[in-house]
């Protein structure tokens, strides 16, 4: 298949031709998350057993992804989109609260929604992970928004006189995959505390990254 199939313009059963579209999306990706997030996984997902989870047609498939790897890479950004309304919707509301408390807020938030659904932390931290070039590509793009957004909070603080005045991009890169993987291990039941014990080591980790080259913690 080199491509997709058009699919039927027109109204039906009252709904518009895009209606009926994002209607079937969203069942196809509803579908891959619970295969690609649960069992049997991304690489055992036959387009069969995706339209079957969806209660859909391999033509309407076709009619809205070229493959199982478009799928993956849509789900993938929506998991992500999601965590990220998560956090920027925390920074709407604690922008005022002392450094401390306004990380925990971001943490929180973020912690919160990846973890709400197992499946989401399968996609995104292992189920991506080294399909292709595109979805590699794809995957640190999307790590690199990340780390603008860190980058950006600190850039912030430093300007309240909070943290450091520094080049934040490569801390914040490393403190990236201190998030990924000790979220990724505690989902698996590798790391024996609760949830909030992992957060409180996360802000723990990112106030000491701000914290000025021999000088105090940072207020709050």
Do not use: K
Request: charged share 25%; glycine share 8%.
């Amino acid at each position: 298949m080199t491509g997709r199939l058009r699919a039927p313009t027109g109204r039906y059963g009252g709904r518009s031709a895009a209606e009926r579209q994002a209607e079937r999306r969203s069942r196809f990706l509803e579908a891959a998350l619970e295969l690609f997030g649960d069992t049997p996984g991304y690489r055992a997902t036959t387009v069969a057993a995706l339209c079957e989870a969806a209660g859909l047609s391999t033509r309407q498939f076709y009619e809205e992804f070229r493959t199982l790897e478009d799928v993956l890479a849509a789900l993938h950004l929506q998991v992500n989109g999601w965590a990220e309304e998560a956090v920027r919707a925390a920074f709407a509301t604690a922008g005022g609260l002392p450094l401390a408390d306004r990380i925990t807020v971001f943490f929180r938030a973020y912690a919160d929604n990846v973890t709400d659904d197992p499946r989401r932390i399968r996609v995104t931290f292992v189920e991506i992970v080294g399909v292709s070039e595109r979805l590699e590509e794809q995957r640190l793009a999307r790590r690199a928004r990340w780390v603008d957004l860190i980058c950006a909070e600190a850039r912030a603080a430093a300007a309240r006189g909070e943290a450091a005045d520094r080049d934040y991009r490569l801390a914040a890169a490393a403190f990236i995959g201190s998030v990924n993987g000790l979220l990724h291990d505690w989902s698996a039941g590798w790391v024996d505390a609760t949830l909030d014990d992992v957060v409180d080591e996360l802000v723990r980790q990112l106030l000491g990254m701000l914290r000025p080259p021999d000088g105090p913690a940072p207020p709050g």
